[in-house]
Nanobody, 125 residues
Framework: QVQLVESGGGLVQAGGSLRLSCAAS????????MGWFRQAPGKDREFVSA????????DYANSVKGRFTISRDNAKNTVYLQMNSLKPEDTAVYYC??????????????????WGQGTQVTVSS
């Protein structure tokens, strides 16, 4: 069982930056692929980024590629999402998710077993 707690959301002007954190409970964090998803009002939850258990491989949605960076610190049981050059369309609740896996990157909600409660990111124009 893994419990995830996100933090770092807030209100920022367009062009600004935020760094989201997701702290995981348990001693097996290094065996989990971690993902970030987001859900804007009136829209479905969508994939943002993911990172393999080792941190070697990452991937991003096209809409955030070049602006967002995912990373993890397995010693601290934490995954991060550095968000730069934020746009109003990045406004959403951001969720981190975990999947017990050694081998890949996953892009769909149903592929992740554990979810955090979400943190609100609001980008003003």
């Amino acid at each position: 069982q893994v419990q995830l707690v996100e933090s770092g959301g807030g209100l920022v002007q367009a062009g600004g930056s935020l760094r989201l954190s997701c702290a995981a409970s348990g001693r097996t964090f290094s065996t989990y692929t971690m993902g970030w998803f987001r859900q804007a009002p009136g829209k479905d939850r969508e994939f943002v980024s993911a990172i393999r258990n080792s941190g070697i491989r990452t991937d991003y949605a096209n809409s955030v590629k070049g602006r967002f960076t995912i990373s993890r610190d397995n010693a601290k049981n934490t995954v991060y999402l550095q968000m730069n050059s934020l746009k109003p369309e990045d406004t959403a609740v951001y969720y981190c998710a975990a999947r017990f896996d050694y081998s890949g990157i996953y892009y769909r909600e149903y592929e992740y077993a554990y979810w955090g409660q979400g943190t609100q990111v609001t980008v003003s124009s």
